[in-house]
């Protein structure tokens, strides 16, 4: 790590919880998907504190790779989710994104490789899970891809929902998901944006042992959302039900800022 790593991530640790974010930093730009890494394992260090898991897709045609920490620890299974929300003209909104989490039954070492029937059967349980959005970058400001990547590619949080069938969950390529609240109800033609939800866990567990890192027992792992950021309203009852799979019910709260 570098000085200029070590600075990138204390400066974008603190727009995580600053009541105007700008995550950008004119003197220190990543400047390739190494330093953005560099930038997010520092971050993971400067916590110290084991973090939720992971996000991530298969990587990109355009040579992309998606994947970040999710730094704060998960929300599990509770109606009451705090999270930063989304300031508008007509109020606040949280921004969320319909996803499945694979959790870890096993520590994965680094600098070891792994075929993909030693993954599924090391895949301990499979949750409906939210993914807790954020952006941090100012709304003037045109950000990088790789600025993204260091930042975390706007993730805030992860919402741990109920258990769902591990067997439907590996063939849960495409699910209607319907998002209802104050008698409303929208429904998504879910389609999973790597064709097979588990197909980024493979790419993902190997990417990362080969840069060093071990992944944890109890760590979760989201690989994308069946449709895109969904914005639903504050300090209201939100259900949301995965076709076949399961439903939750969830109220989103303000967290607390720092001035």
């Not at 400067?46 to 929300?75: H, S």
């Not at 680094?110 to 349980?125: G, P, T």
């Not at 258990?163 to 033609?189: C, M, P, W």
Request: hydrophobic share 40%.
């Amino acid at each position: 790590m570098t000085n200029l790593h070590t600075l990138l991530a204390q400066h974008l640790l603190t727009q995580r919880s600053a009541t105007s974010p700008a995550s950008e930093l004119a003197d220190v730009k990543p400047q390739s998907i190494d330093d953005a890494f560099a930038v997010q394992q520092q971050m993971i260090a400067l916590l110290n504190q084991d973090i939720a898991g992971w996000k991530c897709l298969t990587p990109l045609e355009n040579g992309q790779l998606i994947f970040a920490p999710i730094l704060r620890r998960a929300v599990v299974e509770q109606f009451h989710c705090p999270i930063i929300p989304f300031a508008k003209s007509s109020g606040l909104q949280a921004l969320i994104e319909p996803e499945i989490a694979f959790v870890l039954g096993q520590d994965f070492a680094a600098y070891q490789s792994y075929n993909h029937q030693q993954i599924d059967l090391a895949i301990s349980a499979t949750h409906m899970a939210l993914e807790l959005i954020q952006s941090r970058f100012s709304a003037d400001y045109t950000a990088s891809y790789v600025e993204k990547l260091a930042d975390g590619l706007s993730n805030q949080g992860l919402y741990l929902g109920p258990q769902i069938d591990k067997a439907l969950a590996y063939q849960a390529n495409n699910i209607n998901i319907t998002v209802s609240h104050d008698g409303e109800a929208r429904t998504f033609d879910g389609a999973h944006p790597c064709q097979s939800p588990q197909a980024p866990i493979y790419w993902l567990i190997n990417y990362l042992t080969s840069k060093g890192v071990n992944l944890k027992k109890g760590q979760a792992i989201i690989t994308g959302s069946y449709c895109g950021v969904v914005k639903v309203p504050m300090a209201a009852q939100i259900d949301i039900e995965y076709q076949g799979l399961g439903k939750v019910s969830v109220q989103f709260e303000q967290q607390t800022l720092k001035a």
